[in-house]
């Protein structure tokens, strides 16, 4: 299968095994650069432009929420300069995307400890939400200054909270009251993480959320990444859900019935990842 023959993968895609939250790490902005003898925020910028093509992907392709590791806590540590553009072209998505995820009715959600981020990030990202505020489609959750860590500290020191005021129980802290004290926790859980750049680790990221998620990754660096990536990998997804046994029979019979076209369609030997 060449990479000319991928935008036929979408055709084959079974809606009723899509998976409804998909998360990605977006990777390898630096390397992609570096490779081109160009400077970093280069890469950051490309990767803004892969955003915006994912997003709109995601929505023709009927995933309910996306949500995209933007600015991890650790990034803090990376030279004010590339902080700095990281914001600028966050800034910009926001400001320049607002009327056409309006007109796509995406949502807008954020996690992670936002109050760290420039004044006017947060302003953008509050006006943007208002604006969005009647849309009901796709959801964009976009981690922010996000650790998946901090977010199990901020969860646990919530569920005290309740507990040092009398409202909850000791005995009755379950999974459930966890799960409920975490950053946008009216989400789904992801049923698919998509890290790209060849590295394989959770970084992390959405680590509560992740318990039962499947992983997807791939050496394609994240400014290379467009729709026909992303439909690659949900198709990867459809296909391992049956591999794991975990289909209807029916539906297992009719991917049966395909099989010839499925076989044709698999990705290995001759994409470049
Ligand atoms: C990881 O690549 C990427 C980031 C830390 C920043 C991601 C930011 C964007 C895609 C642009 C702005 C975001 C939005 C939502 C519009 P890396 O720099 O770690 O790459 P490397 O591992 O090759 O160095």
Partial sequence: MTDKRLPE?????????????????????????????????????????????????????????????????????????????????????????REELK????????????????????????????????????????????????????ACRSVARRVQSGELALQDINADVVAGAMYNCDLPTPDLLIRTSGEQRLSNFMLWQMAYTEFYFTEVHWPDFRKDQLVKALYEYTRRQRRFGVLAEDIDAAFKADEAVADDLTLTAECHD
């Fill in 9 to 97: 993968l979408a055709k084959h895609l079974k809606r009723e095994l899509m998976p409804n939250h998909v998360a990605i790490i977006m990777d390898g902005n630096g390397r992609w650069a570096k490779s081109r003898g160009r400077p970093r925020v280069y890469g950051h910028r490309c990767g803004a432009d892969s955003v915006r093509a994912v997003v709109e992907a995601a929505d023709q392709l009927g995933i309910k929420v996306l949500s995209l590791y933007a600015f991890s806590e650790e990034n803090w540590g990376r030279p004010s300069h590339e902080v700095l553009a990281i914001m600028t072209l966050l800034n910009t998505y926001l400001l320049k995307e």
């Fill in 103 to 154: 007109a796509n009715n995406v949502q807008l959600r954020v996690m992670g400890r936002i109050e760290r981020l420039p004044e006017k990030s947060r302003k953008l990202l509050r006006e943007t939400q208002e604006f969005l505020g009647e849309c009901t489609g796709l959801v964009l959750n976009i981690a922010l200054s996000y650790g998946g860590r901090s977010e199990i500290v901020d």
